[in-house]
């Protein structure tokens, strides 16, 4: 199966949840994190780093729920902001 390259919108979503849950992740471990959440550390390496800018909605949805952070907040941080309206 051949993916589709990523928008560069895409990306820098990626990005974004990437730092947002390193941030909150604050001084607990990678390991320990991920292993609350049941995903690997690799996979929480990888989508801190910007290296997996899609991860599966099952995965943010458990490390969300193990750093104390909603849904609603990931979507609200992580959102494309609209540029002007066109005419």
């Given amino acids: 199966m051949v993916r589709t390259p990523l928008t560069a919108e895409e990306r820098e979503r990626g990005e974004r949840l990437g730092r947002l849950l390193r941030e909150a992740r604050g001084g607990r471990s990678m390991a320990e994190v991920a292993a ?12 801190e780093t910007g ?37």
């Fill in 36 to 47: 609350r959440a049941g995903v690997s550390a690799e996979t929480l390496r990888k989508i």
């Fill in 51 to 87: 290296r997996a800018p899609t991860p599966a909605f099952f995965t943010v949805a458990a490390l969300a729920g193990t750093l104390g952070l909603s849904l609603d907040e990931l979507l609200a941080a992580t959102a494309v902001t609209a540029g002007p309206a066109a005419a």
